[in-house]
């Protein structure tokens, strides 16, 4: 799929932006802002860079994705459906009893969910892992792990940071949403992030910072990152909490609650005019 | 030889250096304690399978769940309050949740640990490690059966969690003795009380069933070294038979087999039970010896325990 054109990606982008909207308001509930601002790089990931079959799902030299801020599921299960994991039509029933759509990813539910998330900060050890048993296997795959930026006070990522450093991961890629907003508001303001790039740099990774809706800064930086060589690779990515709908922007309020019937139209709304 | 001193965590890194050759797929990791846990002696003979991670045991479980997501049968090891309680959560989301094929092994559980005292001692790791749906919970009663039971864990697909002393203990079994999970084992027959034990104190429970034998009574003595799942059909057997019992772990009467047990006699088939055990309490430093004693974990206060027991049927 890699001969697809960036106007097409960020137009995927926004119609998986649209079923995480549309699929919080059916639930009630759930993570719509950290959904909005990981769209672009989760169609980038899903419809260009990742080698996978969605039909077949424990294909064995797939390219691997843990969603380690696993609130934002729906914008995971949004690309899986639209990729071809399932049906588009389940997209609905996210939060719903029965629903192999949990309010976090489950490993085995769904097609496509590599790992179980929800609790913070574990992804990347897991993620470390695959990334390992790849290279124990021989296996060309790579592995990529988002990671929410409010997530990386979480130590146990600082851990796996180590560690990926120490068993030289190359094939293992970290990206970090930061949008800059956790639920108490500014990661500055909680317990601060910054100098981030220069964290992960001297935990001995390559580090790349892009503007995270900027389409052809992701390629490129997905790019670098496949063809590193002798450490593993972060990109950080400048986000906008609730990118696309206007009154979501930069709104922490939306990090875990759904659009109200007022708000849901006027959401629908831009969304679809994004959409070309 | 039945009755010689040895470390299960001797042939728990015998098993696993033997598994290096026979499967393919185990993994071994350790946090900077393989020399203590003997998972060294796999790292010996198949380094290119031995995973160290550093004093950091919420990353080795992390990564062990992806190693298993992977295909790799994978044990995990380091001291019981570090392989459990360090890391519970973690457990609980990565392995336990998508059952994946992750042993989490731990030496150096129980009182017995001695001199490092209450924060190297574990006490609860039985009783949080149960409380996780899918995980097996597995205290084998000597060397020989730690031996057997890790090679039954690396063919058992899912999560299951394996405790074991620190100390070199007498071994109650046959060195050729067969583990099947979740099946007890009636070592010695008896009709007055049931003693259920597990882990070392198994043989502490032997040793009780000798001492009353010299009062006239007799016990019958299972070895449960499943906690969960329990075998319920070996211990109704033997308490419909006994009429009362007793249960005996290195490990607080909280959660572990004696809470297991009262459950299953509650539920199913009530008959007066003691608890030997640590009481809702810490550990400290001193000689294991000593330790036993001052926390009510020595064969004399099984005997006791026993006659409470026995004199409270109706």
Same mark, same amino acid.
């Given at each position: ?32 802002? !950290? #959904? @909005?601002?990981?769209?672009?790089? *989760? /169609? ?8 996978? =079959?969605? $039909? ?61 998330? !929800? #609790? @913070?900060?574990?992804?990347?050890? *897991? /993620? ?8 124990? =296997?021989? $296996? ?137 | ?314």
């Amino acid at each position: 799929m890699s001969d697809i054109t960036v106007a097409e990606l960020e137009n995927i982008a926004n119609r998986l932006r649209l079923h995480a909207v549309e699929m919080t308001y059916a639930a009630r509930s759930g993570h719509p802002g !950290g #959904s @909005l601002s990981a769209a672009d790089m *989760m /169609a980038a990931l899903y419809f260009s860079f990742m080698n996978h =079959d969605p $039909k077949n799902p424990s294909w064995e030299d797939r390219d691997r994705f843990v969603l380690s801020k696993g609130h934002v599921a729906p914008i995971l299960y949004a690309a899986l459906a639209e990729a071809g994991y399932f049906p588009v039509d389940d997209l609905i029933t996210l939060r719903k009893m029965g629903s192999k759509l949990q309010g976090h990813p489950v490993r085995g539910k769904v097609p496509g969910v590599e790992m179980s998330t !929800g #609790s @913070l900060g574990q992804g990347l050890s *897991m /993620a470390c892992g695959i990334a390992l048993a790849g290279k124990m =296997d021989g $296996k060309e795959y790579k592995t990529i792990c988002m990671l929410g930026d409010g997530e990386m006070q979480e130590g146990q990522n600082w851990e796996a940071a180590m560690f990926a450093r120490q068993y030289g991961l190359t094939n293992l890629i970290a990206i970090v949403d930061r949008n800059r907003l956790q639920i108490t508001g500014d990661t500055e303001g909680a317990v601060g992030l910054e100098p981030l790039p220069e964290k992960w740099k001297s935990f001995g990774w390559n580090v790349i910072i892009i503007d995270g809706h900027n389409m052809r800064q992701i390629l490129e930086a997905l790019d670098k990152a496949g063809n590193a060589k002798t450490r593993p690779t972060v990109i950080i990515m400048k986000t906008v909490k609730g990118k696309g709908v206007s009154f979501m922007e930069n709104n922490a309020g939306f990090h875990g609650r759904a659009c109200t019937d007022e708000e849901y139209p006027r959401a629908v709304e831009e969304l679809r005019g994004l959409i070309q | 030889m039945t009755g010689e001193k040895l470390a299960q965590r001797s042939y728990y890194g015998k098993a696993l250096a033997e598994l290096a050759s026979t499967n393919p797929n185990v993994v071994v990791m350790d946090a900077d304690l393989a020399g203590s846990t003997k998972t060294s002696d796999f790292q010996k003979v198949c380094p290119q399978r031995f995973v160290e991670v550093g004093i950091a045991e919420q990353n080795m479980i992390g990564i062990a769940a992806g190693l298993a997501a992977s295909g790799k049968t994978v044990f995990a090891s380091t001291f019981g309050v570090f392989a459990t309680g360090r890391c519970w959560e973690q457990i609980r989301l990565g392995v336990a949740y998508p059952k994946l094929n992750v042993k989490i092994v731990a030496t150096h559980c129980g009182i017995s640990v001695g001199e490092d005292g209450a924060s190297h001692q574990a006490l609860e790791d039985m009783a949080i490690m149960r409380a996780l749906p899918n995980m097996v919970v597995v205290a084998p009663a000597d060397a020989y059966e730690a031996y057997a039971a890790t090679k039954v864990l690396a063919d058992y697909n899912g999560p299951a969690y394996m405790r074991m002393g620190r100390a070199d203990f007498p071994t109650v079994l046959p060195e050729d003795v067969k583990f099947e999970i979740g099946k007890a084992s009636v070592l010695q027959e008896g009709s007055d009380v049931t003693i259920v034990g597990c882990g070392q104190m198994v043989s502490y429970c032997l040793e009780a069933a000798e001492e009353l034998r010299s009062e006239g009574l007799t016990a019958e003595v299972i070895n449960m070294s499943t906690i969960k799942p329990l075998d319920k059909e070996t211990l109704f057997a033997s308490v419909g038979k006994t009429g009362c019992c007793v249960t005996v772990e290195e490990h607080s009467i909280i959660g572990g087999l004696g809470s297991a047990v009262a459950e299953a006699l509650c539920e199913e088939k009530l008959v007066p039970l003691e608890r030997i055990g640590t009481k809702d309490t810490f550990g400290e430093s001193g000689k294991p010896a000593d330790l036993m004693v001052k926390y009510g974990l020595t064969t004399a206060d099984i005997v006791e325990a026993a006659k409470k027991s026995i004199s409270r049927k109706g």
